[in-house]
């Protein structure tokens, strides 16, 4: 156990200066803005509208995620799992492209989109900031009194931030009163601060002090909260009856499961680490492993993946292990290796962000150009998607052009020859 501690010690101070730095830093924080309409959906992609209005603090350039909103219905769905790229930004609102993991989830109307603000905010954040940044809301008992990100980001000011606390502290108060009035089951507490009490005693005892203790726990720990709007007095009550948590103890826990993660998995070799990652266009090979591996190889290899699918199945592309943080791709069901313009490894001949002009001139013209001849609900076909396939003696090099910019959006080596690849579309 103490060894434990002891390795716990640096990371506690590196992650103080971490945080020190975030918050020091308002380039480093995202802004939580809910998907307001889902435009247009294609296989790998959704165009949606994200409700913003008077807020343009954002680059076309950055590059965002996708969370999930928490539901009693759907828990699951409640996670990270895909990658955002803004694609227009107005006064009344932004338009961008979702690249969600289609194993992990599917983009819907109030999932919450993570984009990198750029205006500089100098000094220490407010509670009210930070809650509303993260799209976590808290109401009154009777659904009001709540603050909003604009009013927060255009004037923060602590003391209006300290009276929405007082607020809630006196509303929590008078919720535990008339629970008491109503003869309502007053539950004992078992464990925490307030252990011992009856809860709408701990309730009525409460001070402005706990208040901001379960509020930061709440930050530390957002997901289940972002997105929706809370009765401050029954989200409150419940962290009471759970014993308390602080950001602190789920600080601690969370450092301990990492080094407890650690120990474990030093014995094995692994090559997650982007400087060490490599696709070598001339063998056919990412980091040695060849199309042809294995599901259980390819994990056992890159124990980073965030999904996978099985293979046989009828979306991914028949099936294979994902690696979003990275952006490459093991198709093993359909036996191809695939990197995207994300990617941050290396590659033999970075063809990423060329144009057909530029690809012809360094790899000559293409031994096959495949026709995409699928076709969307109404019946339309995709004439500006390109192929090219060029002949290799492992089987065949794929790129993939973007239809817009024609240029290089994806690169692939796959073990079969040319005119037996599976084009994914």
């Known amino acids: 156990m103490y060894s434990r501690l002891l390795t716990l010690l640096p990371v506690l101070a590196t992650l103080t200066l971490l945080f020190t730095s975030v918050h020091a830093q308002v380039k480093d924080e995202y802004l939580y803005i809910p998907i307001d309409e889902v435009i247009n959906e294609d296989v790998e992609f959704l165009d949606v509208t994200l409700w913003a209005e008077g807020l343009i603090e954002f680059s076309a350039k950055d590059t965002g995620h996708i969370i999930g909103k928490w539901s009693q219905e759907n828990p699951e769905h409640n996670k990270v799992f895909g990658k955002v790229i803004p694609t227009r930004i107005k006064e009344n609102g932004i338009q961008a492209r979702v690249y969600p993991d289609a194993f992990e989830g599917w983009g819907n109307v109030g999932d919450l989109v993570g984009l990198k ?16 940044r993260m799209n976590i809301f808290f109401t009154d008992v009777y659904g009001e009194n709540s603050y909003t990100f604009y009013e ?8 209006k931030s300290d009276e929405f606390i007082k607020t ?3 509303d929590i108060h008078f919720v535990a009163q008339e629970m008491v ?11 925490g601060r307030f252990d011992g009490m009856k809860l709408f005693d701990a309730m ?15 930050l530390i720990k957002p997901l289940k909260y972002m997105g929706n709007h809370w009765k401050i007095s029954e989200t409150y009550a419940t962290w009471i009856v759970s014993e308390t948590p602080t950001a602190t103890s ?16 030093r014995s094995g070799s692994s090559d997650c680490d982007g400087e060490s990652l490599f696709l070598d266009l001339e063998k056919g090979t990412f980091n040695n492993v060849s199309p042809t591996a294995s599901m259980d190889e390819v994990k056992k290899k890159f124990p980073c993946f965030t999904g996978e699918t099985e293979e046989g199945q009828s979306i991914n592309c028949n099936g294979g292990v994902f690696f979003l943080n990275h952006d490459f791709y093991f198709y093993t069901g359909n036996d191809y290796i695939e990197v995207r313009l994300g990617f941050n490894g290396k590659i033999s001949q970075n063809l990423l962000g060329k144009t057909i002009e530029e690809v012809e ?18 019946g339309n076909m995709f004439p500006d998607n390109i192929q090219y396939l060029y002949k290799r003696k492992y089987g065949a ?14 690169i692939a080596v796959h073990s079969r020859k040319a005119k037996d690849v599976e084009i994914c579309w």
């Open 117 to 132: 603000l750029n205006k500089d905010k100098a000094g220490e954040k407010s509670t009210c900031y930070e809650l509303a």
């Open 152 to 159: 927060f980001f255009q004037d923060d000011n602590q003391e």
């Open 168 to 170: 809630y502290v006196e």
């Open 181 to 191: 009035r109503q003869g309502m089951e007053n539950q004992l507490v078992e464990g």
């Open 204 to 218: 009525e005892k409460s001070t402005e002090e706990d208040l901001r203790d379960f509020l930061g726990y709440v």
């Open 250 to 265: 789920a600080l601690v826990n969370w450092l301990v499961e990492s080094v407890n993660q650690q120990q474990d998995s």
């Open 361 to 378: 001139e360094i790899l000559g013209k293409p031994d096959l150009i495949p026709v995409d001849e699928s076709e969307d609900e109404w």
């Open 397 to 410: 090099l794929g790129l993939a052009f973007d239809p817009e910019t024609r240029e290089v959006k994806k």
